[in-house]
């Protein structure tokens, strides 16, 4: 059974650092790896999908890798601003099933 | 192109009574999905449908929870009778099943659900 799991639960950074968002998972048999950011009370928005076959994808100031042999992605997020603060979310889809499985999300204020 | 549609926003109900979420997909998104996201957590599959078709339906809670897709497009979430431990935003979510696409997920905004 796939298990994501999202560190650090919570991040607190001042406006204009670089960071990095981790989100691990035990079953490296994966089809795809999915980023989002989720807004107080709000839906799920994509920012990035990596296929098994790519090792990273970017996106204006985000980029997002994959090492499926180690079962890590991470989501670096480049000059943050406060406006990127929400709750990042992986998801993972194996290659046996065909459903989507979350991590717990990783909780990001930006300061100003 | 209109994202995922959701109704309604929020709700509020008593233990035991019934209570029905609607989806509309994205036109042309073949799969459905319907999540439940308690507080602080990441979303849960609750069921799957490709067309008009249960994919996935492992984590629904069948004594309680039932969902269809009448003609592959629209899909209704159903609880009767709900339970405390059902408060929580239920999202649905839709993507286009096409080869070399990767199955991208959209979510609407969610129906957030109080169970008193």
């Known amino acids: 059974k796939q298990e994501v799991t999202q560190i650090p639960a919570a991040l607190s950074v001042p406006e204009g650092e670089n960071l990095v968002l981790n989100c691990s998972f035990t079953d490296s048999a994966i089809y795809n790896l999915q980023w989002f950011r989720q807004d107080p009370g709000k839906g799920l928005t994509s920012l990035l999908l990596i296929q098994s076959s790519q090792r990273e994808q970017t996106s204006g100031r985000l980029n997002a890798s994959l090492d499926k042999s180690s079962g890590r992605s991470t989501l670096y997020i480049a000059a943050s601003q406060p406006g990127d603060s929400a709750t990042y979310l992986c998801a993972v889809r194996s290659n046996y099933g065909q459903n989507f499985v979350f991590g717990p999300g990783t909780r990001l204020s930006v300061l100003p | 192109e209109a994202g995922v549609a959701q109704s309604p926003r929020y709700k509020i109900i008593e233990k035991r009574q019934s209570v029905a979420f609607w989806c509309n997909p994205i036109?042309?998104?073949?799969?459905l999905y319907w999540y439940q996201q308690i507080l602080g957590q990441g979303p849960k599959l609750l069921i799957q449908f490709q067309n008009n078709g249960v994919v996935d339906d492992s984590q629904l809670p069948k004594d309680r929870f039932s969902a269809e897709r009448l003609k592959g497009v629209d899909s209704t979430l159903k609880i009767q009778p709900a339970k405390l431990e059902d408060s929580a935003v239920y999202l649905c979510a839709s993507s286009l099943l096409m080869a070399g696409v990767g199955y991208e997920q959209f979510f609407g905004p969610g129906t957030r659900l109080t169970v008193l």
């Open positions: 036109s042309g998104h073949a799969t």
